[in-house]
């Protein structure tokens, strides 16, 4: 698996390259500069993969390492792409080179941690080897006894790749090209040879009869390359009698049938003779797609079927007299993906009997095969035959079902038709049920047959109803039997209930689109019994372990229809002005009760994960309703009934989120996105005027109470996300450059209620830093982004007093020329940068020095990039001047702390 991902990661590099290098030759500069960029972070992710678990392992052996900082890498990508765009190609290779020097600076040192580890493992191995080998030896012998049984019960997965990639895989590919290429000729001597077509046919036809002889005869050699020419020649007789017949060459339907018959024959007696399940599974494939060879015309879905059906009967003759399911489960899966899409897409209204009549003999066929794999599975030895039940049982369920499911569309509008099949399968399966009952057989196949005639009868009732009220039969049979398979601990009846649920929501599509207006008493129903269900599923703990990830998966989609359907519902039959945002909140307190009453049962992720289902469609409803009452960058509310009532079902939105608690250790990424927008939601309410501000409140509030708990509490976990970090970057962003009310009740820079909560949520963010910080996560990136968010927001701040005060631009391209505002944001930069590192010095706090550096690296390269392109006015040489008398001072007062305690 390791070595798998770092083959991706090396592909992923190498194609970074090649696309960087090659859109920077084609002139595309900004598509290569993108790549460049996801090189250079890549590269450092791939390095960061190597250094965390070697420093794990380090201090696991206490083995002393020197930790490396990736800042120097993130400024000198930073420089690099700074000369990209501004096109200083001078100052693009000086961040190139600098990040090639660092990056190898800290592969080296990685290196020599690697080595000391090693040297430490070795140590250890030299005095405890006496102890270790025993157990080690022991460990193999285990380890080989469990690839032995494993290999002799492999799936069916394992099996194609064995037969595949084991023995000669050569030998394989090359029978598999000189298919292709006998496809290629056949098709060609049928369109342009000018000889007799029933001549070439017969040459290709005899030279591969003297392949599959010669194959025969080479068997005792080389076994697996005389399987491998016999099937090559029984193939290539396959697609000659199929050009023959389609080109009328043998036009007389009886006399290409007996031949093709002969063919099979022969098929089936040299698989039996040299007990060669490949011989068949090569012969049978071939024969499977040789319809899809044909240049001629197109089978239609009786011929196709038919033919199909023949195969199918000489597999049932192989696995009647051999146990080769593998066979088995490729016949099926042919059958039903193949020819059942091919069939349907053919399909002609008069066909609809006769392919009626070929499903049906379809189904007895493998109906018997599921028979006779039972037989063989009760003469065979159980502890040298180990069950795979998703695929040794699937002839027994997945059959007839398929089967009944084709001709449930193929009747789809009578009713009759499909009540009379699902009664004709019940029988059949009642007959094999009480044959395996008296029969030697394994008990859990009888009861696979007792089930399967179950599940027919249970198809009778909602099929007789009519019309849409099928769909209420669907719904609530599925119900009852879901809640009596987890009475009862069945789980054929659960997997059934699924369907029938399904059946249910995919009817009432059905009848949504054909039916105007819509049959809205349907979805109150399925809406409601989908809740139920889910609701039921948690109320018991006998009920929750048998909730493995699919019936968990299921009920998340049970819970999405159903809150979809009912909000929309509801939606229609509110009578009021605000019905969109009443309903939102109708169905956020249906869910609410539901949560209580749940969460008293101390469930973990099986509630969870549905409820998360259930409300992220409100969540979305909910996002589109504040987007629908924005106007002129306002939140505009008919009312203020309307305003609070979203409010409140934003605030219930985020309790459903966040409660219970322990639900953030299944995915804190999920519940802190979820809990911070739903608050966001709640916040636009209270000051809709000023949306930037408002939306931001109880998230202000709500990081300053969790900042008051106690530092390892859960609260601090819905922060310790990249969530909380993308959504606050978003509006720290958003904010500064889309506001059109930072100006409003501005009194001074910073005494305005703008200025004061972009520094509450800089406050904010840096402390949802260090708690990032703190769990051991990408330093360096967590540094540079600590530098720029606080370089940002109060950059803006300067920015809007000088636009107050001296007409300065704001938001446009504008500013990077303006002398007065690149002045001041130099001595604004300089000045944090000497506030930072005078306090670091005096609290011995080296990161913080470090931080403070960072900033004085961005002025200096605003110093070279943009002041000193404009040295002829007097603004740019005070820049200069003032940037290097603070940084004097700097030196004096305020140089690296040595002591690293603090840190």
Same mark, same amino acid.
Request: net charge positive; glycine share 2%; aromatic share 12%.
């Given at each position: 698996m390791t070595t798998g991902r770092n083959e991706l990661r090396m592909i992923w590099l190498v194609s970074l390259l090649i696309l960087a290098a090659s859109?920077?030759?084609?002139?595309?500069?900004?598509?290569?500069?993108?790549?460049?960029?996801?090189?250079?972070?890549?590269?450092?992710?791939?390095?960061?993969?190597?250094?965390?678990?070697?420093?794990?392992?380090?201090?696991?052996?206490?083995?002393?390492?020197?930790?490396?900082?990736?800042?120097?890498?993130?400024?000198?990508?930073?420089?690099?792409?700074?000369?990209a765009v501004s096109g200083l190609n001078w100052l693009m290779g000086i961040g190139i080179t600098a990040w090639i020097y660092f990056l190898l600076r800290w592969l080296q040192r990685l290196e020599i941690s690697m080595l000391s580890i090693q040297t430490r493992l070795q140590h250890q191995h030299t005095v405890n080897q006496s102890v270790v080998l025993p157990a080690l030896t022991e460990h193999i012998d285990t380890q080989q006894v469990t690839a032995t049984s494993e290999n002799r019960d492999s799936n069916f997965v394992e099996q194609i790749q064995a037969w595949i990639f084991q023995g000669n895989p050569v030998l394989k590919a090359a029978i598999v090209i000189l298919m292709v290429g006998v496809i290629l000729l056949l098709r060609f001597a049928t369109e342009n040879w000018q000889i007799s077509l029933a001549t070439k046919l017969g040459i290709v036809a005899l030279v591969s009869a003297a392949v599959t002889f010669m194959g025969y005869m080479l068997q005792r050699k080389n076994r697996s390359f005389a399987l491998a020419l016999e099937g090559l020649g029984l193939g290539v007789l396959f697609l000659t009698l199929f050009f023959a017949y389609y080109n009328l060459v043998i036009p007389v339907l009886i006399v290409a049938a007996v031949?093709?018959?002969?063919?099979?024959?022969?098929?089936?007696?040299?698989?039996?003779?040299?007990?060669?399940?490949?011989?068949?599974?090569?012969?049978?494939?071939?024969?499977?797609?040789?319809?899809?060879?044909?240049?001629?015309?197109?089978?239609?879905?009786?011929?196709?079927?038919?033919?199909?059906?023949?195969?199918?009967?000489?597999?049932?003759?192989?696995?009647?007299?051999?146990?080769?399911?593998?066979?088995?489960?490729i016949a099926f899966l042919i059958t039903a993906i193949v020819g059942g899409i091919y069939g349907l897409l053919h399909i002609q209204q008069s066909d609809r009997f006769m392919l009626t009549a070929l499903i049906l003999a379809h189904s007895a066929v493998f109906i018997w095969l599921g028979l006779r794999f039972s037989q063989l599975l009760a003469q065979s030895d159980l502890h040298q035959f180990k069950l795979k039940p998703i695929l040794d049982i699937a002839l027994i369920f997945a059959a007839p079902i398929t089967a009944y499911a084709f001709l449930y569309l193929i009747h789809f509008n009578d009713i009759i038709w499909q009540a009379g099949l699902s009664l004709i399968f019940a029988v059949v399966f009642a007959c094999?049920? &009480?044959?395996?009952?008296? $029969? !030697?057989?394994? #008990?859990?196949?009888? =009861?696979?047959?007792?089930? /399967?005639?179950?599940? +027919? *009868?249970?198809?009778?009732?909602?099929?007789?109803?009519?019309?849409?009220?099928?769909?209420?039969?669907?719904?609530?049979?599925?119900?009852?039997?879901?809640?009596?398979?987890?009475?009862?601990?069945?789980?054929?009846?659960?997997?059934?209930?699924?369907?029938?649920?399904?059946?249910?929501?995919?009817?009432?599509?059905?009848?949504?689109?054909?039916?105007?207006?819509?049959?809205?008493?349907?979805?109150?129903?399925?809406?409601?019994?989908?809740? &139920?269900?889910?609701?039921? $599923? !948690?109320?018991? #703990?006998?009920?929750? =372990?048998?909730?493995?990830? /699919?019936?968990?998966? +299921? *009920?998340?989609?049970?819970?999405?229809?159903?809150?979809?359907?009912?909000?929309?519902?509801?939606?229609?039959?509110?009578?009021?002005?605000?019905?969109?945002?009443?309903?939102?909140?109708?169905?956020?307190?249906?869910?609410?009760?539901?949560?209580?009453?749940?969460?008293?049962?101390?469930?973990?992720?099986t509630w969870s994960?549905?409820?998360?289902?259930?409300?992220?469609?409100?969540?979305?409803?909910?996002?589109?309703?504040?987007?629908?009452?924005?106007?002129?960058?306002?939140?505009?509310?008919?009312?203020?009934?309307?305003?609070?009532?979203?409010? /409140?079902?934003?605030?219930? *939105?985020?309790?459903?989120?966040?409660?219970?608690?322990?639900?953030?250790?299944?995915?804190?990424?999920?519940?802190?996105?979820?809990?911070?927008?739903?608050?966001?939601?709640?916040?636009?309410?209270?000051?809709?005027?000023?949306?930037?501000?408002?939306?931001?409140?109880?998230?202000?509030?709500?990081?300053?109470?969790?900042?008051?708990?106690?530092?390892?509490?859960?609260?601090?976990?819905?922060?310790?996300?990249?969530?909380?970090?993308?959504?606050?970057?978003?509006?720290?962003?958003?904010?500064?450059?889309?506001?059109?009310?930072?100006?409003?009740?501005?009194?001074?820079?910073? *005494?305005?209620p703008f200025d004061l909560v972009s520094l509450a949520m800089l406050t904010a963010f840096m402390w949802v830093l260090l708690q990032h910080m703190k769990q051991e996560q990408d330093k360096g990136l967590i540094a540079v982004m600590m530098v720029l968010s606080l370089l940002w927001l109060s950059s803006y701040i300067v920015l809007?007093?000088?636009?107050?005060?001296?007409?300065?631009?704001?938001?446009?391209?504008?500013?990077?020329?303006?002398?007065?505002?690149?002045?001041?944001?130099?001595?604004?930069?300089?000045?944090?940068?000497?506030?930072?590192?005078?306090?670091?010095?005096?609290?011995?706090?080296?990161?913080?020095?470090?931080?403070?550096?960072s900033i004085l690296v961005v002025v200096t390269l605003k110093l070279v990039l943009l002041d000193l392109s404009h040295t002829g006015t007097l603004t740019r040489v005070l820049s200069f001047l003032m940037a290097g008398g603070v940084m004097l001072i700097i030196a004096y007062i305020a140089p690296m702390p040595e002591s690293l305690e603090k840190e």
């Open positions: 859109t920077w030759y084609l002139d595309q500069r900004v598509l290569s500069l993108f790549c460049g960029l996801g090189f250079l972070v890549s590269v450092m992710q791939y390095v960061t993969a190597v250094q965390v678990p070697t420093e794990s392992m380090a201090q696991a052996l206490n083995v002393p390492i020197r930790r490396n900082s990736k800042v120097p890498l993130y400024i000198a990508s930073i420089v690099a792409v700074i000369g031949l093709f018959l002969g063919i099979m024959l022969v098929t089936l007696f040299l698989s039996l003779k040299q007990e060669s399940v490949e011989l068949a599974l090569m012969a049978m494939l071939i024969a499977y797609i040789a319809p899809f060879t044909l240049p001629i015309r197109e089978a239609t879905s009786v011929e196709f079927i038919s033919y199909y059906l023949v195969i199918n009967l000489a597999v049932a003759v192989l696995s009647s007299l051999r146990p080769w399911k593998m066979l088995n489960q094999c049920w &009480m044959w395996t009952r008296r $029969s !030697q057989t394994i #008990a859990f196949v009888a =009861q696979s047959y007792l089930s /399967l005639m179950l599940i +027919f *009868l249970a198809l009778i009732p909602p099929i007789l109803l009519k019309g849409e009220w099928s769909v209420i039969g669907w719904a609530l049979e599925g119900a009852v039997i879901y809640v009596w398979a987890l009475e009862r601990n069945v789980n054929v009846a659960r997997y059934l209930s699924m369907g029938f649920l399904l059946m249910a929501g995919a009817s009432s599509l059905y009848y949504l689109v054909e039916m105007n207006p819509s049959p809205n008493h349907i979805f109150w129903l399925l809406s409601s019994v989908y809740l &139920m269900v889910v609701l039921i $599923s !948690q109320l018991k #703990a006998k009920y929750e =372990q048998q909730l493995d990830t /699919l019936a968990v998966s +299921f *009920l998340s989609l049970l819970s999405f229809s159903g809150s979809l359907m009912l909000l929309i519902l509801i939606q229609d039959q509110l009578p009021f002005q605000d019905n969109d945002v009443l309903s939102l909140l109708i169905v956020v307190i249906i869910f609410s009760l539901m949560n209580e009453l749940i969460s008293r049962q101390n469930k973990t992720w994960l549905p409820k998360w289902s259930g409300i992220a469609p409100l969540m979305l409803i909910a996002i589109i309703l504040i987007f629908d009452q924005s106007q002129n960058a306002m939140i505009i509310w008919d009312s203020h009934q309307e305003r609070w009532t979203f409010a /409140l079902a934003a605030l219930l *939105l985020s309790r459903l989120w966040v409660h219970p608690i322990s639900a953030l250790h299944l995915s804190k990424e999920v519940v802190s996105f979820g809990v911070l927008l739903s608050l966001a939601l709640c916040s636009l309410s209270f000051i809709p005027t000023l949306p930037y501000i408002s939306m931001v409140i109880l998230l202000l509030l709500f990081c300053g109470w969790s900042y008051q708990q106690k530092a390892q509490s859960l609260w601090h976990l819905i922060w310790q996300t990249k969530s909380s970090v993308a959504l606050m970057l978003t509006w720290m962003i958003c904010s500064q450059l889309f506001s059109q009310h930072a100006f409003s009740a501005y009194l001074l820079p910073i *005494l305005n809007r007093a000088l636009h107050i005060y001296v007409q300065t631009p704001l938001n446009s391209l504008d500013v990077w020329s303006n002398a007065t505002v690149q002045l001041s944001l130099t001595i604004l930069w300089v000045l944090l940068a000497f506030m930072t590192m005078w306090i670091a010095t005096f609290k011995k706090l080296k990161p913080l020095w470090i931080l403070g550096g």
